[in-house]
T-cell receptor, first 113, second 116 residues
Framework: AQSVSQHNHHVILSEAASLELGCNYS??????LFWYVQYPGQHLQLLLK??????LVKGIKGFEAEFIKSKFSFNLRKPSVQWSDTAEYFC???????????FGQGTTLQVKP | NAGVTQTPKFQVLKTGQSMTLQCAQD?????MSWYRQDPGMGLRLIHY???????DQGEVPNGYNVSRSTTEDFPLRLLSAAPSQTSVYFC???????????????FGSGTRLTIV
């Protein structure tokens, strides 16, 4: 079955620490992947996306992600987190030609000042 | 402002009551979806639509109905509310086909629904 999974469910970091959140997918064909962020009490916002070309994708607010086809992964990274990055992060992938977007379980990031 | 509008933002229902969550978008998006968000479970797809008059079930459709009579609107109906349907509900929309890939989905601000 097609799926997207996130293995880190709750991450706690201090400000200025580096961040890496894992995302793995298991579907074939054309692979396109997204990272969404949900700040407390708000809706989901697109952080970055991969659809082709350079596997290293840069998004908003200093986030980046690397698509590694051989590892079926699309991990999210940030060199130095801030307290304002406290949020829930979701990895997602569209299922081609279906209109369906499937999500990982989400990772709650708590950044301590 | 262009976007996805959900109403209401909060609702408390009694078990057995019915209600409709409203979702409207003004971006002429073909694709629309309803998700529920529960702690530790991410977002699970309830129903989705690829265009007016076309709907299909997602992962967790039981207890919910949808219709898509216009491109703009995609209401979600709870026929007989149960405590297990206590959740936060998000509506989302996207252009079809390549648009889903290039732009991703745009999400509404959510409806927090409590069934007592």
């Amino acid at each position: 079955a097609q799926s997207v999974s996130q293995h880190n469910h709750h991450v706690i970091l201090s400000e200025a620490a580096s961040l890496e959140l894992g995302c793995n997918y298991s579907y074939g064909g054309t692979v396109n992947l997204f990272w969404y962020v949900q700040y407390p009490g708000q809706h989901l916002q697109l952080l970055l996306k991969y659809f082709s070309g350079d596997p290293l994708v840069k998004g908003i607010k200093g986030f980046e992600a690397e698509f590694i086809k051989s590892k079926f992964s699309f991990n999210l990274r940030k060199p130095s987190v801030q307290w304002s990055d406290t949020a829930e992060y979701f990895c997602a992938g569209p299922i081609s030609n279906t209109g369906k977007l499937i999500f990982g379980q989400g990772t709650t990031l708590q950044v301590k000042p | 402002n262009a976007g996805v509008t959900q109403t209401p933002k909060f609702q408390v229902l009694k078990t057995g009551q019915s209600m409709t969550l409203q979702c409207a978008q003004d971006m002429n998006h073909e694709y629309m979806s309803w998700y529920r968000q529960d702690p530790g479970m991410g977002l699970r797809l309830i129903h989705y639509s690829v265009g007016a008059g076309i709907t299909d079930q997602g992962e967790v459709p039981n207890g919910y109905n949808v219709s898509r009579s216009t491109t703009e609107d995609f209401p979600l109906r709870l026929l007989s509310a149960a405590p297990s349907q206590t959740s936060v509900y998000f509506c989302a929309s996207s252009y079809s086909g390549t648009g889903v890939t290039l732009g991703g989905y745009t999400f509404g601000s959510g409806t927090r629904l409590t069934i007592v």
